[in-house]
């Protein structure tokens, strides 16, 4: 066992930290305040290989694996936890069922266009009705005369109103429930398909979140994707690497507000003293520092499992479960840390405060992970 990162893995993280810093930091409060969808942001990270990190180079990806995902999205999260869930719903989401479940006409037609950031990918599986209970979908797809007829409305889908392309699931036969779900790709253009309403947000505003409707959308065959009625079943499969993103996503937040707050707490004085010499203080130092090691040690061990083709619904969801939850703590305690200016847009933790909230929601709930790992622990 070891704990090392490679060398090609520190230069990465050194790289990305500096695209963030030089392109993104500037301009993050303007983004948040004016829900500004950061698109020349992602363009730039194409470039970079970063929007198909995981995909095999013959595919225009970068040919990296999940442990070097996560080291992006912890890095873009760390500056702008929007530009992060962008780049985490387009890839390990939306591109990746397509190349987990595609076939390799659907692999050549869709990653290589991904993966430069080229189009940008959503993937829609909740619904207004149908959230923790994802499988309670109402969206239904009828093939008829040789086409697929697609009606419904999804919510809350990342990237809805910048996607080029939607992988989106849909009811085909509803007698037989979760197993009567099928994913379909919908390019943007396709007559009967439209994103909705854009979410107003309490977090996370650069990112667009939001509806997407189809009306008598009609799609030929090859826009199924997988196997006839595994939809959600495959999905499942998909979030386990999804949820390493969602964990990422946590950990770099919860690391921008620990590096601000450990900063501050050096700069600012009270009682003729930096507040670093507290012990109140050094001692909320420290559970941040250690909670971040563990969450970062519990997601590369998914990641390197992943990488590995081992099953990771267990580690996963443990990874995402106690990096979503202890990133709430530490930007609670950064913000703490800053006394009134914390509260104060001016300095850097109340937007971290607000934005990492989402990680204890999306791509399943805390309560939901705990049912997920409980199903697991007693399977065994
Ligand atoms: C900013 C944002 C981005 C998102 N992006 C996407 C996306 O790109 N694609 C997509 O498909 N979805 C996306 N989502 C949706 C997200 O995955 C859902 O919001 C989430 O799964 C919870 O569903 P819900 O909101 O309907 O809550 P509900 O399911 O209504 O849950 C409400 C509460 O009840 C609890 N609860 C529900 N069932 C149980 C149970 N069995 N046991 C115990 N507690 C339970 C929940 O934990 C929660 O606390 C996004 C959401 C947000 C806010």
């Known amino acids: 066992m070891t704990f090392d990162f490679t060398p090609e893995q520190i230069q990465l993280r050194k790289s990305i930290r500096e695209f963030a810093e030089a392109e993104i930091a500037p301009h993050v409060m303007e983004w948040d305040e004016a829900q500004t969808f950061p698109l020349e942001v992602v363009k730039k990270l194409g470039k970079l290989g970063c929007m198909g990190a995981i995909f095999p180079e013959d595919l225009g990806g970068a040919g990296l694996g999940y442990i070097e995902y ?87 889908t990342t990237n809805a109103h910048y996607a080029d392309v939607c992988v989106a699931m849909a009811v085909t036969d509803r007698a037989a429930a979760q197993h009567g779900i099928s994913a379909f790709i919908i390019e943007k253009g396709t007559p009967g398909f439209r994103p909705g309403k854009k979410e107003n947000k309490l977090g996370m505003r650069a990112s667009a979140t939001g509806e997407v409707i189809f009306e008598n959308c009609l799609l030929a065959p090859t826009q199924l994707l997988g196997k006839q009625n595994d939809g959600f079943v495959d999905s499942l499969k998909i979030l386990d690497g999804g949820r390493i993103s969602i964990a990422a996503l946590a950990i770099g937040m919860a690391q921008g507000a620990y590096d601000a707050a450990l900063k501050y707490s050096k700069q600012r004085k009270q009682f003729s003293r930096p507040i670093s010499e507290f012990q109140a203080i050094q ?23 992943l990488d590995r083709g081992q099953r990771v619904t267990k580690e996963s969801s443990m990874a995402k479960l106690f990096a979503s939850e202890a990133a709430v703590r530490i930007a609670n305690e950064a913000v703490q840390i800053y006394g009134g200016y914390g509260f104060i847009k001016d300095y850097p933790v109340e937007k971290f405060y607000r934005d990492v909230k989402l990680c204890t929601i999306g791509e399943g709930t805390s309560e939901i992970q705990r049912l997920v790992i409980a199903r697991q622990l007693l399977k065994s």
């Not at 080229?118 to 005369?145: F, H, M, Q, Y």
């Open 70 to 156: 996560a080291i992006i999205i912890e890095e873009l999260a760390r500056v702008d936890g929007s530009v992060g869930i962008i780049v985490a719903a387009h890839t390990s989401l939306c591109s990746n069922h397509i190349y987990k479940m595609g076939t390799d006409e659907q692999r050549r037609r869709y990653i290589p266009q991904l993966a430069s950031g080229e189009w940008i990918g959503c993937w829609s599986l909740t619904e207004p009705e149908a959230g923790s209970d994802a499988a309670g979908s109402r969206s239904k797809a009828v093939l008829e005369n040789g086409h697929w007829t697609l009606n419904g409305a999804k919510t809350f």
């Open 283 to 305: 001692h909320k130092l420290v559970d941040m520092a250690t909670e971040l090691d563990a969450a970062r040690l519990l997601n590369y061990r998914a990641a390197w499992m």
